[in-house]
């Protein structure tokens, strides 16, 4: 069994911001590549951000400099800095864990903007 514990999501004004969090725990605790995907109703999961090891990132286009993933030095936790949120940026935040053919989700996190 594999959970993925997110945490940090919330309700936040336009133009603030919110520090996302995900933890692996039971027999797996360490993913290589781990991410942070989002949705909202009637669309598809999107990426927003992904990190594989601790220095190798990849965001989506519509980031354009506004979030942060990083990792602890465990490689355990990776978190998600969310700056200059906008009402646009609302959705169910998934974290997401991937090593070879393994692949977990989390249950997700709701991110709120409010105008």
């Known amino acids: 069994q594999v959970q993925l514990a997110e945490s940090g999501g919330g309700l936040v004004q336009s133009g603030g911001s919110l520090r996302l969090s995900c933890t692996p725990s039971?027999?797996?605790?360490?993913?290589?590549?781990m991410g942070w995907y989002r949705q909202t109703p009637g669309t598809q999961r999107e990426l927003v951000a992904s990190?594989?090891?601790?220095?190798?990132?990849n965001y989506g286009d519509f980031v354009k400099g506004r979030f942060t993933i990083s990792r602890d030095k465990a490689q355990r936790t990776v978190y998600l800095q969310l700056n200059n949120l906008t009402p646009e940026d609302t959705a169910v935040y998934y974290c997401?864990?991937?090593?070879?053919?393994?692949?977990?989700w989390g249950q997700g996190t709701q991110v709120t903007v409010s105008s």
């Open positions: 997401n864990g991937r090593s070879g053919e393994l692949n977990f």
């Open positions: 039971g027999r797996i605790l360490s993913f290589t590549t």
């Open positions: 990190i594989t090891g601790r220095t190798y990132t």
